[in-house]
Every structure is written in C-alpha cells, then in structure tokens.
C-alpha cells in the first residue's frame, strides 16, 4: 500500500525508476505532447475533458511522491499572442503548492522555444498531459535526491 497521493500505476512505475536529474513534464491541454517526446520519454494521457486533470493537481500528486529540486516553466515571449503581460496566475498557484510541500525552489522560466528543446532531451522520462486549461501552465520538474533520514 503506497503512502503518498500518487496512486497511478503507470506513472508510479516511471517515477520509481527514474533518477536524479530525470525530467518530469506536467503538460497543460495545449501542449503538443506526443509531437515533443523525448527519446526516453513516455506519454501519460490524462486529459479526461477541458480542464480534468488539472496541472496543480498532478503537481501535488508528485510532490507527495518524489523529491524536486527545480521547476521550469515555458517562458513567455513578449510578442506571443498569448501573453498576458506579467507572469499566469498558475505561476502563483505552483508557487503555493511548491512552499506547502517545504521546497525553497524558484520557478525558472525557460524561453518557449529553449523549453520545447529542454523537454525534448534525453532526460525527459516522463510527460504528462492534463487537461488544463490554464495559458502558460506547462511545468518541467527536475528530479532531486532523496536525503538519507
């Protein structure tokens, strides 16, 4: 019987084998996952409907399960035609869930077109595509280690 959140077989299975460093995509509704697999990357489709499964939902999930040193977001080009002229509300909501789970970590962006590169390394073990409908709420996690108790 697992201890924490995370009961998803599938993704269990990947987190438990990945490592320090392995990567860990919370896409939004809009990202295009399957074109911007990794090599090593599998997809988990849980995109149910607009809006389910959320990214902050599969991001409290995740935290209850593995340690995170960093989290990226996909920076937002100024001229993009989706910018929102300052940072999405998600960014604030990741930011709560990230300082409830007692991680002093800054949410990073990366330029759009740098993040679709960093997603498509081969330390990409796992994508995740919600159904969230939030702009700009694609999340890259980086594995940390886990400390000795």
């Avoid at 959140?5 to 809009?30: M, Q, V």
């Avoid at 409907?49 to 040193?69: D, Y």
Wanted: glycine letters at 6%; hydrophobic letters at 45%.
């Amino acid at each position: 019987m697992l201890k924490h959140t995370l009961i998803h077989p599938e993704i269990n299975a990947i987190i438990g084998r990945a490592g320090h460093h392995s990567k860990i995509l919370i896409a939004d509704g809009n990202y295009p996952a399957s074109s911007t697999l990794g090599p090593n990357a599998q997809l988990i489709s849980l995109n149910l409907m607009p809006g389910v499964v959320s990214c902050t939902q599969v991001l409290e999930a995740l935290l209850s399960a593995i340690p995170i040193e960093a989290a990226n977001t996909m920076g937002i080009p100024e001229d993009d035609p989706y910018a929102l002229g300052g940072d999405p509300p998600i960014w604030t909501e990741y930011r709560s869930l990230l300082k409830k789970a007692k991680l002093n970590i800054k949410l990073a962006p990366i330029q759009k077109w740098d993040f679709y590169d960093a997603v498509a390394s081969r330390d990409l073990v796992l994508t995740i595509q919600t159904g969230d409908q939030a702009l700009w709420a694609n999340l890259l996690l980086t594995v940390g280690v886990r400390k000795p108790s």
